[in-house]
């Protein structure tokens, strides 16, 4: 009997493909990638041949484990995985051509902080804000100490709560809901050029690249404000500079936290961090502002006449709106009821009340001050909306073996790339694994834009349940494929993407999946001239 042929899925588990027909399968007019370029880890420019479904053609039955997490899958030997590797450079032609030793299988020199400080290039539109917000408040800093800006030498201070102010806005869940909504009001028009409405994706997408150099910025600030007050005898006050220098050093401690390499692999650090130094170092700014206001340089004393005074500063006005921006999230927060199914031992499907709008995301918590976790809505915009959820961490596998009644969550659901799929005329929305829930509600939801989906997962119907199988095989076939890896084995996503977005004209490429992938998608389609935008480490 012949020896199946095996095939590598998106993380690289090899398996044995049993053809099968089924009543939820791709037809023949999509053939099964050859194995020399289906694992291809980086696809250049070149010319793709012709792939798309029939009308009748919708998504094949995976015979193969369930997978965990986008197209996660039970772990390989460290054999298999230098195989697999070896496989991925090319080294290996085809299957039938006699394997090298694992120990010849070249190695990856590229550390986890280089992947995550290159991600996707080295000037990013998010790098390039990032660079912009840290230049200007140089100039400005350089400006100050020489004499040039009496007004910042004067109010150090001031810029360092105005650059927190910065910093707190474009992180802001509210504040980007409203931008994101303008945005697709204003520039999601047929008229607007297609290269203003790329350009506005870029910028939304990557305004944490201004909530970053606003938070280096204000540590410059606050120590150039420190160092003038230290070296003024008259001015100096032990209990400000004792202040000053604690939110000093929780400023330094949530930038620290928030550097890639911690933040990638220590996020429940990072997260608890950046929340409770933050709302320390904001309750330190109110009594530091009150501090300034009341001391007496002549007399080196606080008075307790703050009066109209304190409604006339700048400082106070900053403090408040970040104050303002701050609470406002906790104050939607709430415990409300759900329903919770598992299509598998790998993934939960979370029902809450009330429809949503398509393209936004929201955010779930078992413990509203320990940590928050968030998801793609799926939604026919009518009664009810649902989460995909992967069981990848403690929080979510518990979804799966002890599903609770009630989970807290944020009444203002937020935008993010998804959302500005509505911007366009016609998207094509590309997915791995669970990254498909994002992208559901445009299928469920009559659309100004155009919408067409590639998606790339293992098992179907055993991962995801019959509930998702449903959804995308209600969605006109013409504009769907699905490429299940269990049978097809793992595809060159890039390539699929390129030639997909040829076929049905797409003015953009909207892509959520590993980050690997997700680089390689976005790379392969600007090099043949069609814009795309992935997630970045720092979405």
Same mark, same amino acid.
């Given at each position: ?39 291809? &880890? ?19 039955? $995976? ?80 400006? !100050? ?28 869940? &509210? ?44 540590? !410059?600030?606050?120590?150039? !404000? ?30 620290? &936290? ?88 790998? &993934? ?117 349940? %019959? ?11 013409? %504009? ?20 997909? !977005? ?10 959520? $999946? ?26």
């Amino acid at each position: 009997m012949q020896t199946p042929v095996r095939f590598s899925s998106c993380r690289g588990v090899a398996f044995e493909v049993k053809p099968h027909e089924h009543h939820f399968s791709i037809s023949n007019s999509i053939s099964p990638p050859h194995p020399t370029s289906s694992i291809t &880890a980086f696809w250049p420019c070149r010319s793709s041949f012709q792939i798309f479904p029939s009308p009748s053609s919708s998504i094949l039955r $995976s015979l193969s484990k369930p997978s965990s997490h986008f197209c996660d899958v039970d772990p390989l030997s460290d054999q298999e995985q230098e195989q697999l590797q070896a496989l991925e450079e090319g080294d290996l032609q085809n299957q039938s051509t006699p394997q090298k030793p694992p120990s010849q299988a070249p190695k990856n020199p590229k550390s986890r902080l280089s992947i995550i400080l290159l991600d996707q290039g080295l000037f990013t539109v998010y790098k390039r804000l990032f660079l912009l917000s840290l230049a200007f408040n140089i100039t400005s800093f350089i400006l !100050a100490a020489t004499g040039y800006f009496p007004y910042a030498r004067a109010n150090p201070a001031l810029f360092s709560i105005g650059n927190i102010f910065a910093l707190t806005l474009c992180r802001s869940e &509210a504040f980007l809901r409203v931008l994101f909504s303008l945005a697709v009001t204003i520039f999601g028009r047929s008229w607007v050029p297609l290269a203003i409405k790329t350009t506005v994706t870029s910028l939304l997408q990557s305004l944490g690249g201004v909530h970053s150099g606003c938070g280096v910025s204000s540590i !410059a600030w606050l120590v150039y !404000a420190l160092l003038l007050t230290l070296m003024d005898p008259q001015e100096r006050s032990p209990a400000i500079v004792a202040v000053a220098s604690a939110i000093l050093a929780l400023l330094s401690l949530s930038s620290l &936290a928030a550097f890639p390499l911690v933040r990638h692999l220590h996020h429940n650090v990072f997260e608890r961090t950046h929340r409770f130094a933050g709302w320390t170092a904001l309750s330190l700014l109110w009594a530091f502002l009150i501090l300034t206001l009341t001391y007496d340089p002549i007399t080196k004393s606080y008075n307790e006449d703050l009066g109209s005074r304190l409604f006339q500063t700048q400082e106070f006005w900053f403090t408040a709106a970040i104050t303002f921006l701050i609470i406002l999230p906790w104050v939607t927060v709430r415990r409300v009821p759900v329903q919770i199914s598992a299509p598998s031992g790998h &993934a939960s499907i979370i029902k809450f009340s009330g429809g949503v709008k398509p393209g936004l995301l929201g955010r779930i918590s078992p413990s509203p001050l320990s940590e928050w976790h968030a998801f793609g809505i799926i939604s026919d915009g009518e009664k009810e909306h649902m989460m995909l959820a992967g069981a990848v961490g403690d929080f979510t596998k518990s979804l799966v073996s002890d599903p609770p009644s009630h989970l807290w969550i944020r009444g203002v659901h937020f935008a993010g790339l998804p959302y500005l799929v509505n911007m366009y005329e016609r998207a094509l929305v590309v997915a791995t694994g669970s990254g498909i829930c994002v992208f559901l509600s445009f299928l469920l939801q009559t659309n100004r834009a155009n919408v067409h989906l590639v998606w790339v997962a293992k098992g179907i119907e055993e991962n995801f349940g %019959k509930e998702i199988k449903e959804m995308v095989n209600g969605y006109p076939k013409e %504009k769907v494929i699905v490429h299940d890896t269990a049978v097809l084995g793992r595809p060159n996503v890039a390539e699929l993407t390129v030639k997909a !977005a040829r076929g049905w004209k797409a003015e953009v490429v909207i892509v959520t $999946s590993n980050p690997e992938g997700s680089r390689n998608v976005v790379n392969a389609c600007k090099c043949v001239g069609i814009a795309a935008f992935g997630p970045i480490w720092d979405s």
